[in-house]
Protein backbone atom coordinates (compact mmCIF):
# COMPACT_ATOMS: atom_id res chain seq x y z
CA UNK A 1 0.00 0.00 0.00
CA UNK A 2 2.66 2.57 1.15
CA UNK A 3 4.73 1.57 -2.69
CA UNK A 4 1.53 2.42 -4.05
CA UNK A 5 0.45 5.69 -2.49
CA UNK A 6 4.74 6.86 -3.12
CA UNK A 7 4.51 6.24 -6.57
CA UNK A 8 1.28 7.97 -7.08
CA UNK A 9 2.71 11.26 -4.98
CA UNK A 10 5.95 10.35 -7.61
CA UNK A 11 3.95 11.19 -10.98
CA UNK A 12 1.97 14.16 -9.78
CA UNK A 13 3.37 17.22 -11.43
CA UNK A 14 2.32 20.31 -9.55
CA UNK A 15 2.58 23.74 -10.75
CA UNK A 16 1.50 27.30 -9.47
CA UNK A 17 -0.90 29.31 -11.20
CA UNK A 18 -0.25 32.86 -10.41
CA UNK A 19 -2.93 35.50 -11.76
CA UNK A 20 -3.90 39.42 -10.81
CA UNK A 21 -7.45 40.80 -11.69
CA UNK A 22 -9.06 43.61 -12.02
CA UNK A 23 -12.50 45.80 -13.12
CA UNK A 24 -12.49 49.29 -14.76
CA UNK A 25 -14.67 52.06 -14.22
CA UNK A 26 -17.97 52.18 -17.01
CA UNK A 27 -17.74 55.07 -18.86
CA UNK A 28 -20.43 57.21 -20.07
CA UNK A 29 -18.87 57.97 -23.74
CA UNK A 30 -17.09 55.86 -26.32
CA UNK A 31 -13.46 57.34 -26.55
CA UNK A 32 -10.01 58.10 -25.37
CA UNK A 33 -9.89 57.11 -21.98
CA UNK A 34 -6.55 57.55 -19.04
CA UNK A 35 -5.90 54.75 -16.60
CA UNK A 36 -3.27 55.08 -13.79
CA UNK A 37 -1.90 52.06 -12.57
CA UNK A 38 -2.69 51.74 -9.00
CA UNK A 39 0.25 50.55 -7.07
CA UNK A 40 -0.89 46.37 -6.70
CA UNK A 41 -1.10 46.45 -10.42
CA UNK A 42 2.55 46.82 -10.58
CA UNK A 43 3.55 45.24 -7.96
CA UNK A 44 2.03 42.29 -8.98
CA UNK A 45 3.27 42.66 -12.78
CA UNK A 46 6.01 41.97 -14.71
CA UNK A 47 8.69 45.22 -13.97
CA UNK A 48 8.19 46.09 -18.01
CA UNK A 49 4.19 45.25 -17.95
CA UNK A 50 4.39 42.96 -20.59
CA UNK A 51 1.87 40.67 -18.93
CA UNK A 52 -0.80 44.04 -18.48
CA UNK A 53 -4.12 42.85 -20.87
CA UNK A 54 -7.30 44.50 -21.12
CA UNK A 55 -10.17 42.14 -21.74
CA UNK A 56 -13.71 43.20 -23.23
CA UNK A 57 -16.50 41.15 -21.71
CA UNK A 58 -16.26 38.68 -25.09
CA UNK A 59 -12.66 37.95 -23.46
CA UNK A 60 -10.87 40.03 -26.71
CA UNK A 61 -7.92 41.92 -26.12
CA UNK A 62 -8.20 45.96 -26.22
CA UNK A 63 -5.55 47.76 -28.00
CA UNK A 64 -3.51 50.23 -25.37
CA UNK A 65 -0.15 52.68 -24.66
CA UNK A 66 1.54 52.90 -21.57
CA UNK A 67 2.74 56.40 -20.78
CA UNK A 68 4.69 57.97 -17.97
CA UNK A 69 4.33 61.79 -18.23
CA UNK A 70 6.80 64.33 -17.25
CA UNK A 71 7.60 64.99 -13.25
CA UNK A 72 6.58 68.42 -13.44
CA UNK A 73 2.68 69.56 -14.56
CA UNK A 74 2.76 73.34 -15.71
CA UNK A 75 -0.80 74.94 -14.91
CA UNK A 76 -1.82 78.13 -16.20
CA UNK A 77 -4.56 80.49 -14.58
CA UNK A 78 -6.23 83.54 -16.46
CA UNK A 79 -4.85 87.04 -14.42
CA UNK A 80 -7.16 90.24 -15.41
CA UNK A 81 -5.05 93.07 -15.94
CA UNK A 82 -6.33 97.02 -14.23
CA UNK A 83 -7.68 98.96 -17.04
CA UNK A 84 -5.67 102.69 -15.76
CA UNK A 85 -7.43 104.68 -18.69
CA UNK A 86 -9.75 104.43 -22.04
CA UNK A 87 -9.56 107.10 -24.87
CA UNK A 88 -11.37 107.11 -27.97
CA UNK A 89 -10.81 109.89 -30.19
CA UNK A 90 -13.09 109.79 -33.49
CA UNK A 91 -11.88 108.19 -36.67
CA UNK A 92 -8.36 108.19 -35.22
CA UNK A 93 -8.11 105.91 -33.03
CA UNK A 94 -8.44 103.87 -29.26
CA UNK A 95 -6.43 104.36 -26.53
CA UNK A 96 -6.05 101.86 -23.03
CA UNK A 97 -3.49 101.94 -20.24
CA UNK A 98 -3.38 98.84 -18.49
CA UNK A 99 -0.91 97.59 -14.92
CA UNK A 100 0.93 94.47 -16.10
CA UNK A 101 0.89 91.93 -12.94
CA UNK A 102 3.72 90.10 -13.97
CA UNK A 103 7.64 90.47 -13.56
CA UNK A 104 8.06 89.36 -17.23
CA UNK A 105 5.03 89.33 -19.67
CA UNK A 106 5.39 87.71 -22.94
CA UNK A 107 1.46 87.47 -23.94
CA UNK A 108 -1.42 89.45 -23.54
CA UNK A 109 -5.11 88.15 -24.18
CA UNK A 110 -7.86 90.84 -25.52
CA UNK A 111 -11.32 89.85 -25.09
CA UNK A 112 -13.11 91.70 -27.82
CA UNK A 113 -16.83 91.95 -28.62
CA UNK A 114 -17.68 90.38 -32.29
CA UNK A 115 -16.05 92.55 -34.98
CA UNK A 116 -16.22 92.39 -38.65
CA UNK A 117 -12.77 93.03 -39.65
CA UNK A 118 -9.87 93.90 -38.97
CA UNK A 119 -7.11 96.13 -36.92
CA UNK A 120 -3.61 97.51 -36.94
CA UNK A 121 -2.44 98.60 -33.36
CA UNK A 122 0.74 99.75 -31.36
CA UNK A 123 1.65 98.87 -28.18
CA UNK A 124 4.50 100.71 -26.01
CA UNK A 125 5.51 100.17 -22.28
CA UNK A 126 6.39 102.51 -19.32
CA UNK A 127 7.87 102.08 -15.43
CA UNK A 128 6.35 105.59 -14.79
CA UNK A 129 3.34 106.18 -17.09
CA UNK A 130 5.22 109.29 -18.42
CA UNK A 131 7.91 108.35 -20.65
CA UNK A 132 6.60 105.73 -22.99
CA UNK A 133 8.76 102.94 -24.95
CA UNK A 134 8.17 100.49 -27.98
CA UNK A 135 7.43 97.23 -27.34
CA UNK A 136 5.44 96.42 -30.81
CA UNK A 137 5.43 99.04 -33.67
CA UNK A 138 3.12 97.32 -36.20
CA UNK A 139 0.73 94.68 -35.09
CA UNK A 140 -2.65 92.86 -36.43
CA UNK A 141 -6.21 92.44 -34.74
CA UNK A 142 -7.97 89.89 -37.30
CA UNK A 143 -10.67 87.18 -37.83
CA UNK A 144 -12.47 89.07 -34.71
CA UNK A 145 -15.90 87.32 -35.29
CA UNK A 146 -16.84 84.44 -32.77
CA UNK A 147 -18.92 81.36 -33.43
CA UNK A 148 -22.33 81.04 -31.42
CA UNK A 149 -20.59 83.52 -28.77
CA UNK A 150 -20.84 87.86 -28.44
CA UNK A 151 -17.27 88.00 -28.28
CA UNK A 152 -13.67 86.18 -28.85
CA UNK A 153 -10.30 86.31 -27.16
CA UNK A 154 -7.31 86.76 -28.95
CA UNK A 155 -4.00 86.17 -28.01
CA UNK A 156 -1.12 88.92 -28.54
CA UNK A 157 2.79 87.56 -28.32
CA UNK A 158 4.95 90.40 -27.49
CA UNK A 159 8.39 90.56 -26.99
CA UNK A 160 9.15 90.12 -23.43
CA UNK A 161 9.33 92.67 -21.22
CA UNK A 162 8.93 93.98 -17.42
CA UNK A 163 7.73 97.51 -18.19
CA UNK A 164 4.75 98.23 -15.23
CA UNK A 165 2.16 99.61 -17.85
CA UNK A 166 1.35 98.80 -20.89
CA UNK A 167 -0.31 100.90 -23.50
CA UNK A 168 -2.12 99.67 -26.57
CA UNK A 169 -2.99 101.83 -29.57
CA UNK A 170 -5.77 100.18 -31.92
CA UNK A 171 -5.86 102.43 -34.96
CA UNK A 172 -9.38 103.70 -36.19
CA UNK A 173 -8.49 105.95 -39.23
CA UNK A 174 -10.41 104.62 -42.05
CA UNK A 175 -13.01 101.94 -39.67
CA UNK A 176 -15.27 102.29 -36.91
CA UNK A 177 -13.18 101.41 -33.19
CA UNK A 178 -13.56 97.97 -31.53
CA UNK A 179 -15.15 97.24 -28.03
CA UNK A 180 -12.26 95.77 -25.41
CA UNK A 181 -14.43 94.35 -23.25
CA UNK A 182 -10.78 93.13 -20.94
CA UNK A 183 -7.37 92.67 -21.17
CA UNK A 184 -5.30 90.01 -19.24
CA UNK A 185 -3.05 86.67 -19.57
CA UNK A 186 -2.11 84.01 -17.88
CA UNK A 187 0.17 82.95 -15.29
CA UNK A 188 2.00 79.41 -15.16
CA UNK A 189 2.72 77.80 -12.58
CA UNK A 190 4.85 75.03 -12.45
CA UNK A 191 4.83 72.05 -9.90
CA UNK A 192 6.29 68.54 -8.70
CA UNK A 193 3.96 65.74 -10.04
CA UNK A 194 2.28 63.75 -6.96
CA UNK A 195 4.45 60.47 -6.90
CA UNK A 196 2.65 57.02 -5.79
CA UNK A 197 3.31 55.90 -2.24
CA UNK A 198 4.88 52.50 -1.58
CA UNK A 199 3.18 50.77 1.51
CA UNK A 200 6.01 48.84 3.13
CA UNK A 201 5.61 45.40 5.37
CA UNK A 202 7.57 45.95 7.70
CA UNK A 203 10.71 48.26 8.97
CA UNK A 204 13.26 46.95 11.65
CA UNK A 205 15.94 49.10 12.97
CA UNK A 206 19.24 47.89 14.57
CA UNK A 207 21.82 50.30 16.11
CA UNK A 208 25.50 49.17 15.60
CA UNK A 209 27.31 50.41 17.73
CA UNK A 210 31.23 49.20 17.31
CA UNK A 211 30.33 49.90 13.31
CA UNK A 212 28.90 53.30 14.51
CA UNK A 213 26.01 53.25 11.87
CA UNK A 214 22.58 52.50 11.89
CA UNK A 215 20.80 49.64 10.09
CA UNK A 216 17.11 49.90 8.75
CA UNK A 217 15.95 47.05 7.15
CA UNK A 218 13.03 47.31 5.31
CA UNK A 219 10.53 44.19 4.01
CA UNK A 220 7.77 44.76 1.06
CA UNK A 221 4.99 41.97 0.62
CA UNK A 222 6.05 42.01 -3.17
CA UNK A 223 8.63 43.55 -5.63
CA UNK A 224 8.39 47.13 -5.60
CA UNK A 225 9.46 49.53 -8.29
CA UNK A 226 10.71 52.32 -6.25
CA UNK A 227 11.84 55.94 -7.70
CA UNK A 228 12.15 58.11 -4.87
CA UNK A 229 12.68 58.18 -0.48
CA UNK A 230 11.63 60.49 1.67
CA UNK A 231 13.44 61.03 5.57
CA UNK A 232 11.03 62.78 7.96
CA UNK A 233 13.93 63.30 10.78
CA UNK A 234 12.52 64.22 14.13
CA UNK A 235 16.15 64.75 15.81
CA UNK A 236 18.34 65.68 15.76
CA UNK A 237 18.10 69.92 14.75
CA UNK A 238 21.16 69.63 12.83
CA UNK A 239 23.06 66.78 10.89
CA UNK A 240 25.19 65.40 8.14
CA UNK A 241 24.99 61.71 7.14
CA UNK A 242 26.27 59.68 4.53
CA UNK A 243 23.35 57.34 3.15
CA UNK A 244 23.65 53.75 1.19
CA UNK A 245 20.83 52.10 0.17
CA UNK A 246 21.51 48.31 -0.56
CA UNK A 247 20.22 44.58 -0.94
CA UNK A 248 22.41 41.55 0.27
CA UNK A 249 23.24 39.33 -2.66
CA UNK A 250 24.44 35.53 -2.18
CA UNK A 251 27.22 34.50 -4.22
CA UNK A 252 29.06 31.14 -4.62
CA UNK A 253 32.86 31.34 -4.80
CA UNK A 254 35.29 27.89 -4.77
CA UNK A 255 32.47 26.19 -3.45
CA UNK A 256 31.86 28.16 -0.60
CA UNK A 257 28.67 30.70 -0.32
CA UNK A 258 28.96 34.16 0.93
CA UNK A 259 26.87 37.30 1.45
CA UNK A 260 28.18 41.19 0.33
CA UNK A 261 25.87 44.01 0.27
CA UNK A 262 25.15 45.24 -3.48
CA UNK A 263 24.98 49.21 -3.49
CA UNK A 264 21.63 50.59 -4.79
CA UNK A 265 22.11 53.96 -4.03
CA UNK A 266 24.14 56.97 -2.11
CA UNK A 267 23.45 60.28 -1.19
CA UNK A 268 24.14 62.49 1.65
CA UNK A 269 21.33 63.39 4.42
CA UNK A 270 21.54 66.99 5.61
CA UNK A 271 19.63 69.16 7.85
CA UNK A 272 20.24 72.11 5.28
CA UNK A 273 19.08 70.87 2.35
CA UNK A 274 15.64 68.60 0.80
CA UNK A 275 15.49 65.31 2.91
CA UNK A 276 13.68 63.42 -0.01
CA UNK A 277 16.09 62.18 -3.18
CA UNK A 278 15.10 61.12 -6.21
CA UNK A 279 16.81 57.39 -6.77
CA UNK A 280 17.54 55.30 -9.92
CA UNK A 281 14.95 52.67 -10.18
CA UNK A 282 14.91 50.05 -8.00
CA UNK A 283 12.86 46.70 -7.96
CA UNK A 284 13.06 44.81 -4.65
CA UNK A 285 11.32 43.27 -1.79
CA UNK A 286 14.12 43.39 0.78
CA UNK A 287 16.53 46.49 1.05
CA UNK A 288 18.80 47.63 3.86
CA UNK A 289 18.98 51.42 4.27
CA UNK A 290 22.83 52.19 6.15
CA UNK A 291 23.55 55.50 8.04
CA UNK A 292 26.68 56.72 8.92
CA UNK A 293 26.65 57.97 12.42
CA UNK A 294 30.33 58.62 13.15
CA UNK A 295 30.28 60.10 16.72
CA UNK A 296 26.88 61.71 16.67
CA UNK A 297 23.89 60.28 18.16
CA UNK A 298 21.61 58.18 15.25
CA UNK A 299 19.05 60.10 13.69
CA UNK A 300 15.30 59.78 15.26
CA UNK A 301 12.95 59.44 12.43
CA UNK A 302 8.93 60.17 12.41
CA UNK A 303 8.89 57.76 9.29
CA UNK A 304 10.49 57.07 5.77
CA UNK A 305 8.69 56.89 3.01
CA UNK A 306 9.13 55.03 -0.61
CA UNK A 307 7.24 56.39 -3.42
CA UNK A 308 7.27 55.61 -7.06
CA UNK A 309 6.41 57.34 -10.65
CA UNK A 310 2.99 57.36 -12.30
CA UNK A 311 2.66 55.49 -14.79
CA UNK A 312 -0.84 55.72 -17.21
CA UNK A 313 -2.64 53.23 -19.65
CA UNK A 314 -4.18 55.07 -22.33
CA UNK A 315 -6.70 53.25 -24.01
CA UNK A 316 -9.98 53.04 -25.90
CA UNK A 317 -13.02 52.34 -24.15
CA UNK A 318 -17.13 51.91 -25.66
CA UNK A 319 -20.01 53.37 -23.29
CA UNK A 320 -21.42 51.46 -20.68
CA UNK A 321 -19.22 48.46 -21.51
CA UNK A 322 -17.41 45.83 -19.11
CA UNK A 323 -13.19 45.68 -18.79
CA UNK A 324 -11.56 43.37 -16.63
CA UNK A 325 -7.63 43.73 -16.22
CA UNK A 326 -5.22 40.60 -16.21
CA UNK A 327 -1.71 40.58 -15.26
CA UNK A 328 1.08 38.46 -13.57
CA UNK A 329 2.31 36.15 -15.87
CA UNK A 330 5.95 35.75 -16.03
CA UNK A 331 6.44 34.44 -19.15
CA UNK A 332 4.00 36.04 -21.64
CA UNK A 333 5.07 38.80 -23.96
CA UNK A 334 4.45 42.58 -24.04
CA UNK A 335 1.87 43.38 -27.09
CA UNK A 336 2.21 45.39 -29.88
CA UNK A 337 -0.61 47.69 -30.88
CA UNK A 338 -1.57 49.83 -33.59
CA UNK A 339 -2.52 52.13 -31.06
CA UNK A 340 0.94 52.98 -30.02
CA UNK A 341 1.98 54.31 -33.49
CA UNK A 342 -0.20 57.20 -32.17
CA UNK A 343 0.60 58.22 -28.95
CA UNK A 344 2.66 61.22 -30.20
CA UNK A 345 -0.76 62.35 -31.23
CA UNK A 346 -2.94 61.43 -28.47
CA UNK A 347 -3.97 64.29 -26.12
CA UNK A 348 -2.01 64.27 -22.08
CA UNK A 349 -5.40 65.47 -21.14
CA UNK A 350 -7.94 62.67 -20.83
CA UNK A 351 -10.42 61.59 -18.93
CA UNK A 352 -9.64 59.10 -16.35
CA UNK A 353 -11.21 56.12 -15.10
CA UNK A 354 -10.31 54.11 -12.13
CA UNK A 355 -8.97 50.17 -11.84
CA UNK A 356 -10.86 48.69 -8.95
CA UNK A 357 -11.76 45.15 -7.47
CA UNK A 358 -8.11 43.74 -7.76
CA UNK A 359 -7.71 40.39 -6.02
CA UNK A 360 -4.31 38.18 -7.33
CA UNK A 361 -4.85 34.73 -7.01
CA UNK A 362 -2.01 32.75 -6.50
CA UNK A 363 -1.10 29.30 -4.90
CA UNK A 364 -3.16 27.48 -7.09
CA UNK A 365 -2.50 23.99 -7.68
CA UNK A 366 -2.87 22.70 -10.95
CA UNK A 367 -2.41 18.88 -10.86
CA UNK A 368 -1.43 16.57 -13.88
CA UNK A 369 -1.28 13.02 -12.85
CA UNK A 370 1.60 11.34 -15.07
CA UNK A 371 0.60 7.82 -16.67
CA UNK A 372 1.59 5.02 -14.48
CA UNK A 373 4.06 3.05 -15.64
CA UNK A 374 1.82 -0.19 -16.04
CA UNK A 375 -0.07 2.31 -18.38
CA UNK A 376 2.60 3.18 -20.92
CA UNK A 377 2.93 1.89 -24.36
CA UNK A 378 6.63 0.40 -23.42
CA UNK A 379 5.42 -1.78 -20.96
CA UNK A 380 2.65 -3.55 -22.82
CA UNK A 381 4.70 -4.28 -25.81
CA UNK A 382 7.40 -5.83 -23.40
CA UNK A 383 4.83 -7.95 -21.84
CA UNK A 384 3.65 -9.19 -24.80
CA UNK A 385 7.34 -9.92 -25.88
CA UNK A 386 7.41 -11.92 -22.57
CA UNK A 387 4.35 -13.77 -23.24
CA UNK A 388 5.96 -14.42 -26.63
CA UNK A 389 8.82 -16.28 -25.46
CA UNK A 390 6.66 -18.09 -22.57
CA UNK A 391 4.59 -19.89 -25.63
CA UNK A 392 8.17 -20.11 -27.63
CA UNK A 393 9.38 -22.14 -24.95
CA UNK A 394 6.30 -24.03 -24.23
CA UNK A 395 5.77 -25.29 -28.15
CA UNK A 396 9.59 -26.26 -28.27
CA UNK A 397 9.14 -28.21 -24.94
CA UNK A 398 6.10 -29.77 -26.38
CA UNK A 399 7.70 -30.40 -29.90
CA UNK A 400 10.82 -32.55 -28.14
CA UNK A 401 8.24 -34.57 -26.08
CA UNK A 402 6.10 -35.44 -28.93
CA UNK A 403 9.46 -36.76 -31.27
CA UNK A 404 10.56 -38.64 -27.74
CA UNK A 405 7.12 -41.00 -28.15
Not at 94 to 100: K, P, S
Not at 295 to 321: C, M, R, W
Request: some cysteine; overall charge neutral; charged content about 25%.
Amino acid sequence: MKIKLLLALACVNVTIAQNTTGVLETVETDGLYEIQLPNQIRSFSNRNLSDFRILDAKGKEVPYFIREKSSHLTTSEYVPFELVSKETLKDTSTTIVFNNPFKVIEDIVFSIANYSGSKSFKISGSNDGVEWFGVLNSGRLSNLEGTNTVSVDKAIRVPSCSYKYLKIIVNDFDSLPINILKIGGYANAITNRALQKVNKASVTTVELSEEKTTQIHIKFKNREILNQVEFNVLAPDYFNRDVIIYKKVTRVIKKKEETYKQRLASFQLNSDSPTNFNIQEIFENDIFIEIENKDSNHLVFEGINFFQKPLYVITTLKANASYTITTGSDTIKAPEYDLSFFRHNISENLPRVQIKNVVKQDAKEVVNQTPSFWQQSWFMWACISITGLFILFFTSSLVKDLKKE
